[in-house]
């Protein structure tokens, strides 16, 4: 089994702490925790160990949870690093992982050069397999790329055009907004997501913009993209319902509309902390015209990078396996597919 | 088995469907559905039997559900219904299960009059047992009716005042409001809940009064109660803490502080759908002075009312079992208890 350890607790960091313990090609050797909050117990309770600074030990002790060890020990103890902790930690992170010699994977909060490549597991795996350091992209990306890698194999996407709305923040941040406004992204021409896409995919032109708007439950993408040759929309569904990751829903059929609703059948389905690993495509709204394809898309922000976490894993621990298998294995652990079933 | 017919599927009925399931007193015969949306979709893929409409037969089956019989069918295979419609839709089908000599569970959205007695387990659970038609309280009456009836078995509770901050919309509500605004949530003088909870409880004087605000997670509640005698904090927590139903959360030490941040625990927990069949009392907002006891507690409100159902159920069946050790078998089932451990 490969000593994967987990530094950072949040919101990636927990769900793919999750994910390690249910393959078992890993092990996890535990988390690193800087305070003995909720979370630091839960984890503890589920037998998970817990590496935390030597000064904090003692406050972890008073509150019940017991570490297993210092941060030291935990990089000694580990093979591959996943570094889920707050943007721009990791970087700062990188040094002490070379020091200790151990490859790492980062998220996309953090700078592209974290890392040798910036990874998309339907656009990049086998240019992974090996590397030491890599960095998933973030939820955004990782959900524009999953369907312009998808359509560029098939079609050969030319440029592609992104409107991202995003959440404005995640359900337990309960100091961020805005709570009654909708609000540019930022005051540049252009979001990083279509920057960052190109990292992945060069040859696509990908320009993106962004608002922020008052909700906390998932990210809605309007994408216009543009192919070599036309289309129709058969075509476009055929290839979208190839993909375990992306779902396609019928609004008329299922009732599922928004991105609340989405969410509540996630709940129905007992998915945990009902997350959606796979982009939901709204089939009512693909529109194909020409050379040219859009449609609407809902991405949960708060989940959808798990697998690419797990196939990151893959590649640099250099498992030899094909993509597709890789990708199977990892679905299958996550329950990716089962919704298709009753959407 | 006690054979247990559902009719109403929505918040409150696929809660209760899920731990009548887990219960082997009881068989669920199936629910009632009116159209063949994803969740009729997830129901019949789990096994559910679905019992529809005649008119409504093929439309289900054109979505690949396969119906198992008609209303008629389903009142006559059931031995106790629970009745989980849409507020007001329960009174009209009180006609049909008395023509069918079938007792029932009522929502509290129903008027009082649908049932013999308005139910709160650790309030009137005696009195209820061997019933024909009762009344589950709403989720906020419920979330009220545990701690006064708590607090008046040890302390004799004169008096309490009540300030409901209730949620706006349910989570999967994309169409109710307000989102912005803070709204009474009645012209009249008091709102429902203290005159409510007083068919339950009657010889203590409640007044409550409720605003709604643009939140769907939880309802808040802010109690003021007189008893008898002085007292002071720490019988308080002490009486409080016995009860699996009612969890103490101290914000300091756990870091949870908002509605927010408790359903993010829920998740963490992977309680199914985040319920959270407790009332959770904010340990620090607990001030006691003489005979004055106030609190402030979150009430989840899809889910708040799932135990007092499934008690309910021992209840009407006349399940020969003292109340504590039905409590107990409820609670059980539900996995009420374990969040004490990591709160």
Redesign the interface.
Known sequence: MIKVGLNGYGTIG?RVADAVLKNSRFQLVGIVKY?P???S??AF?KGINIYVPPEKWRDFES?GVTPKGTIQEFLEESSIIIDASPSGKGFANLSLYKAAGKPAIFQGGEKPEVAELSFSTYCNYDEAVGRKYLRVVSCNTTGLLRILCVLHKEFNVKRARVLVIRRGAD????ARGP??SIKLESVEDVSHHGKDAMLVLPNVKIISQAVVV?T?LMHVQYLDVEVATPVIKEQVTEVLSRYARILLVDPK????D?T??L???A????R???DIYENVVFENSILVSGNSISLIQAIHQESIVVPENMDALYAVAGVKLPLEKVVEETDKLLGIGGLK???
């Open positions: 927990k305070t909050d909720y979370s117990k839960m309770k509150q359900p337990k941040e309960d709570i009654n008052p906390t059929k299922t009732g599922l928004s609340s609703k969410i509540e059948a709940r129905d389905f007992l945990s902390r009902n079933d009753v959407f």
